[in-house]
């Protein structure tokens, strides 16, 4: 049965496939993420005889034969990693509930991570723009008629919704970059 022009579903038949495609090459990508063709950690963090923990030679061998020092982020899912590379408020504690000594802790711990606030305002300001170039772009490849709805349009609103919401986020970690920089109490 041939596609009509005015069908939704045939825009469903489309992305069916390119979906299948699409999450069987991402989860390959993430098992050769996870389990890299490389180097092995040689020790790792071992159960003490006392029940604690010993910290064992944590080095690895690289591809070289040196021994570099092993990363905490190793043994982290990717997601998680991604989630930190890319969400700023992970750094932060919350300083609007308990005592007075709870507060205080929290905010001089909010102003210790201040300091890596630039780098994440850096990531998303790179973001943002790569959204909105690819916004424009989708745009300028959609046909402007008002009666169908293309493939263009949608990936264009897709990209155009991560703009505003990479917006949100890149003003709220600088007005909390700036709120925490003002003063020190």
């Known amino acids: 049965m041939p596609c009509s ?5 045939c825009v469903a038949a489309w992305l069916a496939p390119a979906y299948l495609v699409l999450r069987s090459a991402l989860s390959a990508l993430l098992r050769v993420v996870r389990n890299p063709p490389g180097p092995r950690h ?13 910290a064992v030679n944590t080095m690895s061998e690289s ?9 905490c982020y190793d043994d982290m899912p990717l997601s998680l990693v991604l989630f930190r590379f890319l969400w700023p408020f992970w750094l932060l504690k919350d300083a609007s509930y ?26 998303w300001l ?3 723009a790569a959204a909105f170039c690819m ?23 897709a990209f155009g919704m991560a703009f505003a919401c990479g917006a949100c986020v890149w ?11 003002r003063h020190e109490h």
């Not at 040689?42 to 010993?54: C, F, L």
């Not at 007075?100 to 990531?123: C, E, F, W």
């Not at 916004?135 to 959609?142: E, G, I």
């Open 5 to 9: 022009k005015k069908s939704h579903s």
């Open 42 to 54: 040689i020790y790792r963090m071992t159960a003490g005889p006392s029940g604690g923990k010993v």
């Open 63 to 71: 591809r070289s034969g040196s021994a570099v020092a092993a990363s």
């Open 98 to 123: 308990g005592d007075g000594l709870t507060r205080a802790a929290a905010y001089r711990h909010n102003r210790s991570m201040r300091i890596y606030l630039p780098g994440y305002l850096v990531k």
């Open 126 to 128: 790179v973001n943002c």
């Open 135 to 157: 916004t424009t772009a989708l745009d300028a490849l959609a046909d402007h008629s008002p009666h169908d709805l293309s493939l263009w349009n949608l990936l264009a609103a």
């Open 171 to 181: 003003v709220v970690t600088a007005c909390i970059y700036l709120l925490l920089s």
